[in-house]
């Protein structure tokens, strides 16, 4: 499984970044899939996660409302818009691939393959 982060860069708050997460040797539309956050100093934080048709999502309670997740499973891959940034979104983000999906809960613990990161940097 190949997993490949690309848009992250840096913003003033309350700019924009679109996350795009190219998969490759999975079953990409029978697959769970999730975006995951480390700022320096924590711990690794889900963001959002989605199910294999993009129907039911997760969102963190920090993003509710200014991010938004989507899949083109036609192309196997996985979006994360974000808007409105803040400095405290300020991280690593990674996608995942998931062996599971609930709508309430995402745990990075599901994860069966990572991407190598992509740096997303809000500046106030």
């Known amino acids: 499984v190949h997993l490949v982060e690309s848009g992250g860069g840096s913003v003033q708050a309350g700019g924009s970044l679109r996350l795009s997460c190219k998969a490759s040797?999975?079953?990409?539309?029978?697959?769970?899939m999730g975006w995951f956050r480390q700022a320096a100093g924590k711990e690794r934080e889900a963001v959002s996660c989605i199910s294999w048709a993009g129907a039911a999502k997760y969102y963190a309670d920090s993003v509710k409302g200014r991010f938004t997740v989507s899949r083109d499973n036609a192309k196997n891959t996985l979006f994360l818009q974000m808007d409105s940034l803040k400095p405290e979104d300020t991280a690593t983000y990674y996608c995942?691939?998931?062996?599971?999906?609930?709508?309430?809960?995402?745990?990075?613990?599901?994860?069966?393959?990572w991407g190598q990161g992509t740096q997303v940097t809000v500046s106030s």
């Open positions: 040797g999975l079953n990409f539309d029978g697959s769970y």
């Open positions: 995942a691939s998931l062996d599971n999906f609930y709508e309430d809960y995402c745990s990075d613990s599901w994860s069966n393959a």
